[in-house]
């Protein structure tokens, strides 16, 4: 489903858990899931370029 990156689709993810909307979003506000996906990411594309793609 792609809830691994940081542009996941809450609405889909909400119904796949069988929350509502709201719910899932503050979860997901008050964990901040987000800014880690987005740091893992940013980190991976640090690395990949200081390895010269040796990953």
């Not at 542009?7 to 880690?36: C, N, W």
């Not at 690395?47 to 010269?52: D, K, R, S």
């Amino acid at each position: 489903m792609g809830a691994y990156h940081d542009s996941f689709r809450q609405v889909d993810l909400a119904e796949t858990m069988h929350l509502q909307p709201k719910a899932l979003h503050k979860r997901v506000s008050l964990s901040g899931i987000k800014l880690y996906l987005r740091s893992r990411i940013e980190i991976e594309r640090k690395m990949t370029a200081l390895m010269g793609n040796s990953l």
